[in-house]
């Protein structure tokens, strides 16, 4: 068995952090192979290394002094070489990053020295191979991730290595100039190193025990979630909820490698399965809820819509023109209306609407804004008969008034539109009938 480990920025933000992660890698031994984030913060008024060095490193470009803050980062580590008793001495890698700022090396460059001070920190401290993440993860010209080069070249690095660390967050183009992915993105290393090795498990290690039912600053001490498809989780995440980096998923999914979502300050804890698919049911019939405000609807109003052939394309096209995405467009006999985001459609608003009367000739155009979308996801609701039904009786006792309803055909999720102002209180009334009822 091999395991993948990585570990998130709180987990390795001191000394104390990293004795934890420590202890964790040192009580299974098919724990090999070790991605780190760069340290995270320590308390809430902290701030985190990537972000120091994103600072540190405008000022290098605009040709101000940085040293300060240099050694601030410096002391960073230093705090944590010291915490851990290691005799390692960063003095040469900082002099090198100093000279490498003044010659503007560039943004990504300047972040990425977090992973990669973390990781020879790291390396040192469990005894484990350090291997550069320049010279295994590759980016294309276009900049876009090289998986087949990634995995060929990673793939063999690492056979010959027993124990290693792969700092995360950051790889190179073809020339060795080092680029990173978007922010969080060592969860997408992790993925890439999980399948490199063709790991029996990818664990990510963060400060929470799972994917959380539903939002905890809506929900008081939501439930974990057990198990979850990926699919499910991708509903999840397009819908707001966050843990994992979207592109962490892809990597792992192909391979059929499942994630366990961990808790670093709780390791009993069996945290999260994201698994391709599950005879599994899960523990309530839904899996989880999320939802975001800000959405505008644009009803449109045609009579005898329902025959004219090409209208929904004319009336798309419209917010096309306009490099408008839509989210939803659930449609009636003669009316469709079209979900978009309320701070992408505002300042287009009028433009779009000439458009729709230009290509569509309809009868009426009116649009309400102030909107939430919301969407309850299982595989388990494929199931269970009135799900919609309980859905609704209890956004009906909570008093909310729902505008929209889309179920998808793959009865995976139950989209419902609502206004901002109802969003909790709904969040909270289906919170209540799926899970604190069966609890
Ligand atoms: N350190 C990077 C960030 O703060 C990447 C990561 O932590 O995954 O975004």
């Not at 944590?80 to 503007?104: C, H, M, Q």
């Not at 027993?162 to 680029?179: L, R, S, T």
């Not at 892809?250 to 804890?269: C, H, K, L, M, Y």
């Not at 025959?307 to 839509?326: C, M, N, P, T």
Request: proline letters at 2%; a negative charge.
């Amino acid at each position: 068995m091999k395991k993948v480990v990585k570990f998130g920025g709180s987990s390795l933000a001191s000394a104390e952090q990293f004795q934890k992660v420590g202890n964790i890698i040192k009580s299974d031994k098919e724990r090999r192979y070790v991605v780190p984030s760069a340290p995270g913060k320590r308390h809430g008024k902290d701030t985190k290394v990537t972000d120091m060095l994103y600072a540190c490193y405008a000022l290098a470009e605009e040709e101000k002094k940085f040293d300060k803050e240099l050694a601030e980062i410096k002391a960073r580590y230093d705090e944590i070489i010291t915490g851990l008793g290691l005799k390692l001495d960063l003095s040469e890698e900082f002099a090198k990053i100093n000279e490498n700022f003044r010659a503007k090396a560039g943004a990504d460059y300047a972040a990425s020295r977090g992973e990669y001070l973390n990781g020879i920190v790291m390396a040192n401290y469990l005894g484990f191979e350090f291997i550069d993440a320049a010279t295994a993860i590759f980016f294309d010209e276009n900049g876009d991730f090289d998986a087949d080069k990634t995995n060929k070249i990673l793939r063999k690095r690492l056979e010959g290595s027993e124990c290693a660390v792969v700092p995360g967050f950051y790889g190179a183009y073809a020339d060795g100039k080092v680029k990173t992915f978007s922010r969080g993105g060592s969860d997408v290393t992790g993925s890439i190193v999980a399948k490199a090795v063709q790991a029996d498990v990818y664990e990510n290690w963060t400060d929470v025990s799972g994917f959380l039912v539903a939002d905890p600053r809506i929900i008081k001490a939501p439930e974990v979630i057990d198990t979850i498809t990926y699919r499910e989780l991708r509903e999840l995440s397009y819908m707001g909820a966050t843990v994992l980096h979207e592109d962490a998923i892809f990597p792992v999914r192909q391979e059929g490698i499942p994630i366990n979502i961990r808790n670093t300050n709780a390791p009993e804890d069996r945290g999260t399965w994201i698994v391709g698919s599950t005879c599994q049911k899960s523990k309530f019939t839904i899996t989880g809820i999320a939802g975001k405000k800000g959405f505008c609807a644009v009803n449109i109003e045609k009579d005898m819509m329902n025959s004219e052939v090409g209208f929904g394309r004319k009336v798309l096209q419209a917010f096309e023109d306009y490099g408008i995405s839509f989210e939803h467009v659930p449609s009636g006999i003669d009316t469709m209306t079209v979900f978009v985001h309320q701070d992408e459609f505002m300042d287009k608003e009028q433009k779009v609407v000439a458009g729709i009367h230009r290509l569509a000739n309809p009868d009426s155009i009116d649009i309400e804004a102030d909107l939430a979308l919301l969407a309850v996801v299982g595989r388990g609701m494929r199931s269970t008969r009135g799900t919609a039904g309980r859905i609704f009786s209890a956004l009906a006792h909570a008093n909310v008034n729902v505008k929209m309803i889309d179920q998808g055909s793959s009865e995976l999720n139950i989209i419902i539109g609502v206004s901002n102002d109802d969003f909790e209180s709904a969040v909270k009334a289906i919170y209540d009938i799926f899970v604190i009822s069966q609890l």
